[in-house]
């Protein structure tokens, strides 16, 4: 039961430390005016889920309209289409400017094991980044059509992005960063050996910068739930103490308002170390 209610009182905190800098278009059809690089493509908006370069991805497709746009995208020969992140901000819904790209490998039809439940389970390879220049058709929930989007997908451009990267002073910023996890008592740490064997070759297979991505985000997921885990235990023990104070302790939930002053202040003070950290996590891997 605390625990749930102090999950209550983080997650304000969690979502606006996390809104991040990442441009974003509306997610409504918009007329653009192409050009030679611009190409229609199938759109499979994934909420906050990111690829990158080089990655394998499975999914288990069930809903009619990316039935269809599997079908589609096998008979046309493409194999391919990007998946934008999506948000809500102030009440408009939104697709990220850039979104991986992903070709599909392979596609088995599942529908007679899985009793319908799922038809298609694809795997996929992340190819490339596409920079999508606006919305030509939305696609409703239960309906055969997919969503497609107008965009530039950049396949061998984007490999080139580490050229932008001074490679020799992250590995020596990555050996700081492991030494000083080891003098102190960081629960998340890297291993002093993945200094040496950090991933910085161009391209995108294994071995690539693009896998250090991923391990960075790795890192930040652990780091995160570490310090809402940690957070949780501090907290919770001051309310039962108060609770205790009161002799309630058994009371299922109680509001913030009700906490007395100091617990108040402890609780804001947490709250904004929470969004510091965070926010510092998260403004790093820009
Ligand atoms: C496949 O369809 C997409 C639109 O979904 C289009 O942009 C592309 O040119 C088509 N490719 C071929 C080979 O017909």
Redesign the pocket.
């Known amino acids: 039961m605390i625990k749930s209610l102090l999950l209550l009182l983080l997650l304000p905190v969690f979502s606006r430390a996390l809104t991040s800098p990442i441009s974003y278009l509306p997610l409504e059809p918009t007329t653009i005016n192409t050009n030679t690089k611009i190409?229609?493509?199938?759109t499979f908006p994934l909420g906050s889920t990111v690829y990158t370069p080089g990655e394998s991805v499975t999914l288990s497709i069930f809903e009619p309209r990316y039935r269809k746009m599997y079908d589609?995208?096998l008979l046309?020969?493409?194999r391919r289409f990007i998946v934008p992140q999506t948000v809500v901000q102030n009440g408009k819904k939104l697709i990220s400017e850039y979104a991986p790209v992903l070709y599909l490998e392979e596609l088995k039809d599942v529908s007679s094991k899985t009793d319908d439940q799922v038809k298609y389970l694809c795997s996929h390879k992340c190819v490339g980044i596409a920079k999508i220049a606006g919305v030509k058709r939305l696609s409703q929930p239960g309906m055969d059509e997919w969503m497609?989007s107008y965009a530039e997908v950049l396949e061998e451009e984007v490999i080139g992005v580490e050229d932008a990267v001074d490679l020799t002073s992250l590995r020596s910023h990555y050996k700081k960063l492991v030494d000083l996890q080891h003098e102190t008592t960081s629960s998340v740490r890297f291993t002093k050996d993945s200094v040496s064997t950090l991933a910085l070759s161009p391209g995108k297979d294994e071995g690539s910068l693009w896998s250090t991505c991923r391990l960075w985000s790795r890192f930040k997921e652990q780091y995160a739930s570490n310090l809402e885990r940690e957070i949780q235990e501090i907290l919770q023990v001051k309310i039962l103490e108060h609770l205790k104070n009161l002799g309630k302790e058994n009371t299922a939930s109680i509001n913030f308002e009700n906490l007395p002053e100091g617990l108040k202040k402890d609780v804001l003070e947490v709250e904004k170390r929470v969004r510091e950290e965070v926010r510092n996590c998260v403004a790093r891997s820009e």
């Open positions: 190409t229609i493509i199938p589609h995208i046309n020969g493409s497609e």
